[in-house]
Nanobody, 121 residues
Framework: QVQLVESGGGLVQAGGSLRLSCAAS????????MGWYRQAPGKQRELVVD???????NYADSVKGRFTISRDNAKSTVYLQMNSLKPEDTAVYYC???????????????WGKGTLVTVSS
């Protein structure tokens, strides 16, 4: 069984910073892409940024220049450094990883339960 556990959410004032972490655990054979999504109240879940196993990144236009994704393959962990936060960044942030488990022959998407980020004006 593979699990993703996020941490690092909270309340911050506009202009502040937060760092999210997401660690995968369980019977993992390999991890391909990792990413962060977010869902604001009344809106659909959207991609914030993802990173391939080779390190290529894809950022949403709304966060370019403010957010930075990184991954530590040895720790099966992905990070999201969020700077210059805005009230419109308020959302539940979800970690996503494409993981091939030990007993599986192909990779599937796993999701964390989400962590709330609230940015006050």
């Amino acid at each position: 069984q593979v699990q993703l556990v996020e941490s690092g959410g909270g309340l911050v004032q506009a202009g502040g910073s937060l760092r999210l972490s997401c660690a995968a655990s369980g019977s993992i054979f390999s991890i391909n892409a990792m990413g962060w999504y977010r869902q604001a109240p009344g809106k659909q879940r959207e991609l914030v940024v993802d990173i391939t196993s080779g390190g290529s990144t894809n950022y949403a236009d709304s966060v370019k220049g403010r957010f930075t994704i990184s991954r530590d393959n040895a720790k099966s962990t992905v990070y999201l450094q969020m700077n210059s936060l805005k009230p419109e960044d308020t959302a539940v942030y979800y970690c996503n990883m494409r993981i091939r488990a030990v007993l599986d022959s192909y990779a599937v998407d796993y999701w964390g339960k989400g962590t709330l980020v609230t940015v006050s004006s």
